[in-house]
């Protein structure tokens, strides 16, 4: 069953010429928290290879602005700003405050560490690259703005909520239907960033 259901998102994904079964998951969170709207501009963290950068291109449409960053490489998308480079690295800030030109509406983080297979520093990891995200939202985020990121689930998640919630009106934890079971990845889903 579940091995039908990883089939179903990832033949859905080629069917539907995304480049990744991620989309589905960004997708699902915008359907149920509205996070991206028509002519928002948005800066996608990790955005590699790409499947969340069509669907954010697609929600704002031609009055959006859209731009993503990864270690790797990402294949031009039609509409989208990209660059190479790593969100942990200091001067990296910099280079995307010029890259946008100025703050934006939403921030989005589907960064994942190198799995090292040991849960609990896994889990760390993921909590740093939120915390990451969550600096250059200090910097970038306009006042009002959205926030989603990916963590992997642990014992530093409620003190990482807590934290969020300090800096946004709302923020919930949740786990869209495309997320694998048994994959202990959730997404926090912050609105309102108090700047
Ligand atoms: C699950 S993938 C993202 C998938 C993407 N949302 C999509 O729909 O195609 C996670 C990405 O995070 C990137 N990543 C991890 N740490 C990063 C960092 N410090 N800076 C930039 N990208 C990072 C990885 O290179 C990888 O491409």
């Not at 190479?84 to 939403?106: C, E, F, N």
């Not at 040991?118 to 993921?126: E, F, I, K, Q, T």
């Not at 990451?132 to 689930?153: E, I, P, S």
Request: with cysteine.
């Amino acid at each position: 069953m579940k091995e039908k259901k990883r089939e179903h998102y990832y033949l859905k994904a080629k069917h539907e010429n995304y480049r990744s079964r991620a989309a589905y998951k960004l997708q699902q969170l915008q359907d149920k928290f509205q996070v991206l709207g028509e002519g928002m501009s948005c800066l996608d963290l990790g955005a590699a290879p790409g499947g969340w950068l069509q669907v954010e291109a697609l929600i704002a449409g031609p009055g959006g602005r859209v731009f993503g960053i990864d270690i790797s490489s990402i294949r031009p998308v039609e509409g989208v700003t990209v660059m190479r480079g790593d969100v942990t690295s200091p001067d990296v800030v910099d280079k995307l405050i010029r890259m946008t030109g100025g703050p934006v509406d939403v921030i989005l983080s589907d960064m994942s560490p190198d799995i090292s297979g040991n849960y609990s520093l896994d889990h760390a990891r993921s909590v740093d690259l939120v915390r990451t995200a969550l600096v250059v939202a200090g910097r970038m985020l306009r006042d009002g703005g959205n926030f989603v990121a990916k963590l992997f689930d642990g014992e530093l998640t409620g003190t990482l909520l807590a934290d969020v919630r300090e800096l946004f009106q709302s923020a919930r934890l949740s786990k869209p239907e495309a997320s694998r079971k048994q994959s202990s990845e959730v997404y926090i889903v912050a609105k309102g960033f108090r700047k």
